[in-house]
């Protein structure tokens, strides 16, 4: 199977060699890799240069944006800059964070998957991320059927349906609910370990707080879904501020009539399958 690998890559001098050497390493190599060098100010163009002077799977594309690094825009509008160079002579799609390390059979693996099961589209493993005394433990906050954002896999007919990826905060979320309300399943591999060099959202703006909040708004999850959403992901982080905010930003976006992420048949199948996941939760059996 054929496949593109897109990567964003904003000042990733620390991290971003790791991940181009997993990529070369791969017992199934991409077709071809679309490098962003998204207004980087380090030496990360200089490291893509080394990489494509010496492997021709590997394009640079630089291009300017916000130096703010606002959680869901920035780096999908990179993806989608990087995407714009491809051609569509793929099976899937791969959006990787330059700071990701995956094991050498990481995508011959993903291909079998999708290979073997046509109704997958969304594919991919687990993080792994090294604790204080050099462990590598797994971090995966969110359930086992979801595949993070910094390594996903799409099958090109999936991709397609979902309209691609939305700039915005959540949208590895909306992602997935859309590939299901258009019949496709998520498929995860627990031994597939990626090694994610730096923890998750150290590098996020104060102004992104709001954000999620929009985005459940922009999802169409309604008050209450929205309400509870936001407790669990307070109570989970431990953090109460995050309750507010999210319900600021919700509150916002609908005094600003905001538009919607999904459409509203979308929106019913979503709200649908959140209050079934909760009675799943609170009534197991």
Request: charged residues 25%; contains cysteine.
């Amino acid at each position: 199977m054929n496949y593109y690998v897109v990567i964003p890559a904003h000042n990733e001098q620390q991290f971003l060699s790791f991940t181009l050497d997993s990529l070369l390493r791969q017992t199934l190599l991409p077709k071809r890799v679309i490098i962003v060098n998204d207004n980087s100010t380090d030496e990360t163009e200089n490291i893509i240069d080394s990489y494509t002077s010496e492997h021709s799977l590997f394009t640079k594309l630089n291009t300017t944006s916000d130096t703010l690094h606002m959680p869901g825009s920035k780096v999908v509008n990179a993806f989608k800059k990087g995407l714009a160079l491809l051609d569509e002579d793929y099976d899937f799609l791969v959006k990787l964070d330059a700071d990701i390390v995956l094991p050498d059979p990481y995508f011959e693996k993903i291909a079998l998957a999708f290979r073997a099961n046509p109704n997958i589209g969304i594919a991919g493993g687990f993080a792994y991320e090294e604790d204080a005394k050099g462990i590598w433990k797994r971090n995966h906050p969110m359930n086992n059927d979801h595949v993070r954002g910094a390594f996903k896999a799409y099958s090109k007919r999936c991709f397609k349906d979902i309209g691609g990826l939305k700039s915005v905060m959540g949208w590895d979320t909306v992602d997935e609910l859309l590939a299901r309300y258009h019949g496709y399943e998520i498929h995860t591999d627990e031994n597939l370990h990626a090694k994610h060099l730096r923890p998750v959202g150290n590098a996020y703006n104060k102004k992104a707080k709001l954000l999620q909040g929009k985005a459940m708004y922009g999802m169409r999850y309604g008050y209450l879904i929205t309400l509870i959403a936001s407790l669990k992901m307070a109570l989970k982080q431990r953090k109460k501020n995050a309750f507010f905010d999210n319900m600021e930003g919700y509150l916002e976006a609908e005094r600003n009539n905001a538009a919607f992420l999904v459409s509203e048949a979308e929106g019913k199948y979503i709200r649908k399958l959140r209050w079934t996941n909760m009675r799943k939760k609170l009534l197991p059996f």
